[in-house]
């Protein structure tokens, strides 16, 4: 398959997978008591987000094919930041481990830590960025997410066994 047939094909793909996703979230409820969001809402906006950026991106790749020197790849079959195909794809596998395990540790260790942890392991493992920045960078992420939905949406969140 060519690499435009198969940009086409994932740009579809994840048309169906956001809507799926929005579609199906008012089954948890979007909106709960006195008007705070629901369990739903977070799902039907990514989903719907996801199924309207992917068709942005699914109608501009069936009007306009992008050849592979305009999609980022070099002469050398490398990204902007000298990474191959198959590193790039070595990355993407290990973020698909990386998930369920972050979802199983939630309910150890709470969500914003198991969070936090995911973006540390995917800076310094997966992206090779130093630790101190990393652990910087992950700390902040997950202080934004606690800030977001635990303060300012008064989301409850997961706990663990650090209250948090």
């Given amino acids: 398959m060519s690499t435009v047939g198969g940009q086409v094909w994932w740009a579809a793909g994840l ?3 956001g809507a799926g996703f929005a579609l199906s979230a008012p089954v948890y409820g979007v909106f709960g008591d006195e008007g705070r969001i629901g369990p739903g809402f977070v799902p039907m906006v990514a989903g719907g987000l996801l199924a309207v950026l992917a068709a942005v991106l699914l109608r501009r790749q069936l009007s306009q094919p992008v050849t592979a020197d305009e999609s980022g790849e070099t002469g050398s079959g490398t990204d902007d930041f000298g990474r191959t195909a198959g590193q790039r794809a070595w990355i993407l596998r290990r973020v698909f481990v990386l998930l369920p ?4 540790a939630v309910p150890v260790v709470g969500m914003v830590c ?3 942890g995911l973006v540390l392991v ?6 090779g960025r130093r630790l101190l920045p990393a652990v910087a960078f992950s700390v902040a992420a997950a202080g934004g997410v606690w800030v977001i939905f635990a ?6 969140l997961p706990t663990g066994i650090f209250g948090f």
Avoid: R
Wanted: glycine share 4%; charged share 5%.
């Fill in 114 to 116: 198991a969070f936090g």
């Fill in 151 to 156: 303060v300012l949406l008064a989301v409850p």
């Fill in 101 to 104: 395990v972050t979802v199983l």
């Fill in 15 to 17: 048309v169906v997978l």
């Fill in 122 to 127: 995917i800076s310094t493992w997966l992206e």
